[in-house]
DNA sequence: GAGCACTGC
């Protein structure tokens, strides 16, 4: 390939008029009757971009009362010129007034830091008892903001200002603000149904639409409607989706706050491309040689079209760059599954005269943000998960994304001064695609919702007050799927057993099992099981060349799960973890050697050793059938009934996901009679011997496959339909 | 012969 490229693909630039980054909030600021406001505020900061390390603030800790106090006046000074401090009194007025407030600004407008402030001094003035509770969507973007707003309150952590998520926790008794996590509210729904400790709550970025804010959403529209008409609810959201929001809670007001961001300019291509990865190669070169130094940004939709453009790129920079005087292109891949190794150097400044090529997915698009990044390069394209109810099947699609998602990406080019967003497609494109991505929850299972709101005693699911229906099916399946594992009766009330399942932090397949496992006595050894399985991306992915060496180490070391398949490896995995490694000196560096030879995150698995330390606690107070001594035995060998015993928990949570073996040695599933291959990844992947396999998800990419894979017998099916419930039994035989 | 992104009392 040369650097020589106006040719054949069309890689020819129109340049569009100068247009910011962010959508222009025209359509939300006529006044009408029912919109009672419109305001346009306008920052000059940006909240999230001037927030302090975590890391260092923890050091920080011991500062004393004054130093304190001293920090938070120097703070006031900036926080007071920002123009949203002239416009407090407004904002409060409305957010006093009115039930429910819907708040607009991008992401760093100052609004997720302030507003909770100014809540927070008025309850004060008003001696006003109770509290605020402010969600994020993303653990990290509670700590970061929790952190600095207690900076500026002048106030340690968890004083008057705090955080909760999973795992960490620093609110205390004394906590008047409190950012969380939304999974985090959710469980504190289900134990304190009115939400009583609160005055306010803000649901911020609510514009990302994740199953849980929606969730949040309709729990809250019950709670005004009914037991609590005195609970102020503000909704804080990007420019879109305002009106959505506005009317869901009776034409709340609609407030704007506009944030400053860098001009971006906007450039298409003049005909379609059909080689996404040649043509964002191809733009990366053009940038490289037209464009003054700054980093590039390139969405991809996923690993696999990065691992290419990474490989090409190598290939090809230093030549470029020896027959043109131009920079060195040093090319990064950024993706969920890659090793944290390599993530952070995605974060690192580049030195000399080169630069940075970041090919990255929708990772970037929100939750990391890189700085350096001048220009951004944009595929168009995504990988979303869509769940299909009547098949237990999650397909893996690359689909276009929407409007509002190429605005943000075109945004990352314009965080730190002007940049330009180059769009791989037609202008005439551009405007054919929807407005807004399909909200998660209307492509999701449903499962795990629906327990939660028969948990919390709602009978007519299909007519509740959801922000977004995900259907009739979508309802009547989960509704099924629960009766199946015995979360609810025939009647469709929960159950006990349901109820134990919607306390445990766990999808209800994996509580089920738990609770079979604590009926028959092997529970620890399961939740070690569960806790591997609830931590994404432990078994990181190995690159091509050390692929066959890293699988050979592994089944090496996992005898048990050469021939059980891969629920017995990460039992093995584990013991040789949790048990073996670590007791000496240098604990930590064998724990990571032994992980980096393996290609497992040693990150990941410390978060499975904090998910099971969570679960046994949970079990303990469940169950109360923990056996504390005999830790020991709780290693697994090789011995067939153990084993048998531990997979037969899990059949009775995935009885719906096995599969029998054809005599042609492909596999078919029992539910549907579709056919499914074991996915490459498994243990059991060359393993053409099992009669059945059991698996915890069915994923459709190129084809039907299944992961986490185990063999079963097949008088198994029978031994649990058995026990089971009548549907199952049902199914099964009409299966035979 | 293959892996979008988040998250939980």
């Not at 034409?251 to 300019?265: C, M």
Request: charged share 25%; with cysteine.
């Amino acid at each position: 390939m040369a650097a020589d490229n106006n040719n054949s693909t069309g890689l020819k630039y129109i340049i569009k008029k100068k247009q910011k980054a962010k959508r222009n909030v025209h359509p939300f600021q006529r006044d009408t009757k029912t919109k009672k406001v419109s305001k346009v505020i306008r920052f000059d900061d940006s909240d999230k971009d001037h927030l302090v390390s975590v890391e260092r603030l923890k050091g920080e800790n011991s500062l004393t009362y004054k130093s304190l106090k001293n920090r938070a006046s120097d703070l006031l000074k900036v926080r007071k010129a920002l123009p949203v401090y002239h416009h407090k009194r407004e904002i409060m007025s409305y957010i006093e007034s009115n039930p429910v407030t819907v708040l607009i600004g991008e992401t760093g407008s100052g609004k997720s830091t302030q507003i909770p402030q100014f809540i927070l001094e008025q309850l004060y003035d008003k001696k006003k008892h109770g509290s605020i509770a402010v969600t994020q969507p993303r653990r990290v973007a509670a700590i970061n903001l929790a952190t600095r707003v207690s900076q500026e309150h002048g106030c340690k952590l968890g004083d008057q200002v705090g955080y909760s998520v999973r795992f960490d926790n620093t609110t205390t008794a004394k906590t008047r603000l409190k950012y969380l996590t939304d999974g985090m509210l959710l469980r504190e729904l289900m134990m304190n149904r009115d939400l009583k400790e609160y005055n306010v709550v803000i649901i911020d970025e609510a514009h990302e639409r994740t199953v849980l804010t929606d969730l949040i959403l309709g729990f809250l529209k019950s709670l005004i409607k009914g037991s609590r008409p005195d609970l102020r609810i503000i909704v804080m959201s990007a420019t879109l989706q305002a009106e959505k929001f506005s009317e869901f809670f009776n034409n709340a007001p609609i407030l704007f706050v506009e944030g400053r961001k860098f001009d971006v300019t906007q450039y298409y291509l003049k005909a379609p491309t059909d080689d996404i990865v040649d043509a964002v190669i191809r733009c990366c070169i053009q940038i490289n040689q037209g464009e003054q130094l700054g980093d590039i940004l390139c969405f991809l939709p996923g690993q696999e079209e990065i691992d290419k453009a990474v490989t090409i790129m190598e290939k090809i920079a230093k030549y470029v760059s020896d027959e043109t005087p131009v920079p060195l292109i040093v090319p990064y891949p950024l993706y969920a599954a890659l090793p944290p190794m390599q993530q952070v150097l995605v974060f690192a400044p580049i030195k000399g005269f080169k630069r940075k090529v970041i090919f990255s997915t929708n990772i970037a698009e929100t939750s990391v943000t890189i700085s350096g990044v001048k220009f951004v390069v944009d595929s168009g394209l995504r990988k979303v998960k869509v769940w299909r109810h009547q098949l237990g099947l999650a397909t893996l699609l690359t689909v276009p994304i929407s409007q509002a998602s190429a605005m943000q990406r075109s945004g990352r080019a314009g965080r730190e001064s002007e940049g330009k967003s180059f769009r791989l497609y037609c202008e005439s494109d551009y405007l054919k695609l929807p407005e807004q991505s399909e909200p998660e929850i209307a492509r999701s299972d449903v499962t795990s919702p629906v327990l939660m709101l028969k948990r919390y005693g709602i009978n007519d699911l299909v007519n509740w007050s959801w922000f977004e229906n995900p259907g009739k099916e979508a309802i009547v399946m989960g509704l099924q799927e629960l009766y199946e594992l015995g979360a609810l009766d025939t009647r469709g009330k929960i159950t006990k057993r349901g109820e134990q399942m919607a306390l445990l932090p766990l999808q209800p397949h994996l509580s089920s099992v738990l609770i079979k496992a604590s009926e028959i006595g092997c529970l620890s050894q399961v939740i070690d099981i569960v806790s591997c399985l609830s931590v994404d991306n432990l078994l990181l992915n190995p690159s091509p060349e050390e692929r066959d060496e890293v699988n050979e180490r592994r089944l090496s070391l996992c005898n048990a799960g050469k021939r059980y398949g891969d629920l017995i490896m990460l039992k093995e995995l584990f013991d040789i973890y949790f048990y073996e490694l670590g007791k000496g000196q240098d604990s930590n560096s064998e724990r990571n050697d032994w992980c980096k030879g393996l290609c497992i995150s040693s990150r990941g698995f410390k978060n499975v050793i904090r998910v099971r330390d969570q679960l046994r606690v949970y079990c303990k107070r469940l169950f109360s059938s923990i056996d504390e001594e005999n830790e020991e035995v709780r290693k697994i060998g090789e011995d067939r009934d153990e084993i048998s015993k531990i997979l037969k928990c899990f059949l009775t949570g995935f009885i719906n996901n096995t599969a029998i073996g054809m005599p042609d040695r492909s596999y078919r599933t029992v539910s549907t009679g579709e056919p499914i291959s074991v996915h490459p990844s498994s243990m059991l992947f060359l393993n053409k011997s099992c009669p059945g396999i059991m698996y915890t998800e069915y994923v459709f990419t190129t084809k039907g496959y299944a992961r986490n894979v185990s063999r079963i017998e097949l008088s198994w099916l029978q031994e649990i339909v058995t026990s089971g419930t009548a549907v199952a039994k049902q199914k099964i035989a009409s299966s035979k």
